[in-house]
């Protein structure tokens, strides 16, 4: 069952396609019929707005004897994948309605985006009293509609793990309550907070056999359970801002045309002349390409100086997987995630104002300024000249604080 697990990990990490999506509803529900896998139906309705079509790939029939029905269903623009959920609840309402079915599994994509949601919807009966009678009437609520966004560059452990729930079985039979248990917002947040007290007792633990944090705690009148409390806040707050794409926004880009490059040159007089073409060497007659070299042998404040001569990408285009690249080059460099980077992170790049390009060299990307203490020194304590050696395996081991943040967000 490995081979099953890692192959689903590699569909739900990789962008959508129709092939790896069958591939993942076969392995999920033993015994779906395949409808139409191979026939596209533009949508003419009044979600054409949001929706270009769809493909109904299958029908699978429950143990209890419920039916659900499993769609590919193209959306009009990227953004409608992570947005536009009412309109993807309606319109999931209608299709399940229309096939005559319980309940629907759905991969919500647009054509060669990285991103794709998997959704699945339940059609509930709700109870109402109208002038002294009762009545049914059928209802999608956002509490029964779950999803996970997954793909290319998509943080997607929960959706991997709950999942995995069902490949564990050679024959994987779900009903829709496995389905909904599998999906369930409340068992996600549950799994969030045993495995949040497990990490906190975890640091907690290391930082009060740690004789350096201890000294310093005893100078500035904190505990170890303060410490890890904060440490705890600041890193799960950061996937919040990994999620929005405001950590890690490249400012330098990689490559620029010949007008590109010649309005840097130009942007800021005698100095840019001569610290743009360091930085950038021609490649060929039309194009200038970043230099790994020349970006070494800039000072700090020369590479933000340059990041302000170009044209970088907005707030919200930073990588979803940020936390895992910086913890990844931390490994490589046989570094301590906490004392190397994750410090530096909070206090001299997340708690410095350096106005709206908010270039920070020693991430070579721009980072938000973030006021209101969560990233202050707890009762300012000397970070710098201080290390507390929290393991690295804290951080990343198959429990670790950074599953637990993607848990939470």
């Not at 309606?90 to 998997?118: H, M, Q, V």
């Not at 009762?134 to 959706?159: F, M, Q, W």
């Not at 303060?226 to 600041?234: E, I, N």
């Amino acid at each position: 069952m490995i081979a099953i697990e890692k192959k689903v990990e590699q569909i739900l990490k990789c962008k959508y396609s129709l092939d790896s999506f069958i591939e993942l509803s076969n392995e999920l529900f033993y015994g779906m019929q395949l409808i139409a896998p191979g026939k596209y139906n533009k949508e003419f309705s009044k979600f054409s707005t949001h929706i270009k079509g769809c493909i109904h790939i299958g029908n699978y029939e429950t143990p209890d004897n419920k039916k659900i029905v499993i769609l590919a269903v193209e959306l009009v623009k990227e953004d409608y994948v992570k947005g536009s959920r009412s309109t993807q609840r309606s319109y999931a309402k209608k299709i399940i309605e229309n096939s005559n079915s319980d309940a629907a599994f759905i991969a919500f994509y647009t054509d060669g985006e990285p991103t794709w949601r998997i959704s699945f919807v339940k059609l509930d009966l709700e109870m109402k009293i109208n002038d002294g009678n009762l009545s049914t009437i059928e209802n999608i609520t956002p509490a029964k509609r779950y999803s996970y966004l997954v793909g290319d560059g998509e943080p997607c452990h929960t959706a991997i793990s709950r999942i995995g729930i069902f490949l564990r079985n050679e024959k994987s039979t779900p009903t829709i309550e496995d389905l909904e248990d599998a999906f369930s917002v409340e068992k996600v947040t549950n799994e969030f907070f045993g495995l949040y007290c497990e990490k906190f007792h975890q640091i907690r633990e290391h930082l009060e056999s740690n004789e350096d944090f201890m000294e310093e705690a005893k100078l500035h009148n904190y505990s170890a359970s303060q410490f890890a409390k904060k440490l705890m806040g600041q890193i799960v707050f950061l996937y919040f801002l990994q999620k929005k794409g405001w950590l890690g926004v490249r400012a330098l880009p990689r490559i620029m045309n010949k007008k590109e490059f010649k309005n840097a040159v130009y942007s800021h007089g005698k100095r840019s002349k001569e610290l743009v073409p360091k930085l950038y060497i021609s490649y060929d007659d039309n194009e200038y390409r970043l230099s790994a070299k020349g970006l070494n042998n800039l000072t700090d404040e020369e590479e933000e100086f340059v990041a302000s001569c170009v044209k970088g990408e907005p707030w919200g285009t930073g990588p979803h997987t940020f936390m895992r690249k910086l913890f990844n080059f931390s490994i490589k460099r046989n570094a301590n995630f906490f004392d190397d980077y994750l410090e530096p992170l909070f206090y001299d790049a997340l708690n410095r104002n350096r106005g709206e390009q908010g270039y920070c060299p020693s991430l070579h990307c721009r980072i938000p300024f973030l006021s209101g203490g969560l990233f202050e020194p707890i009762d300012g304590y000397d970070w710098k000249n201080n290390d507390f050696s929290i393991p690295n395996d804290v951080f990343s081991n198959l429990d670790s604080m950074m599953n637990i943040a993607r848990a939470g967000y």
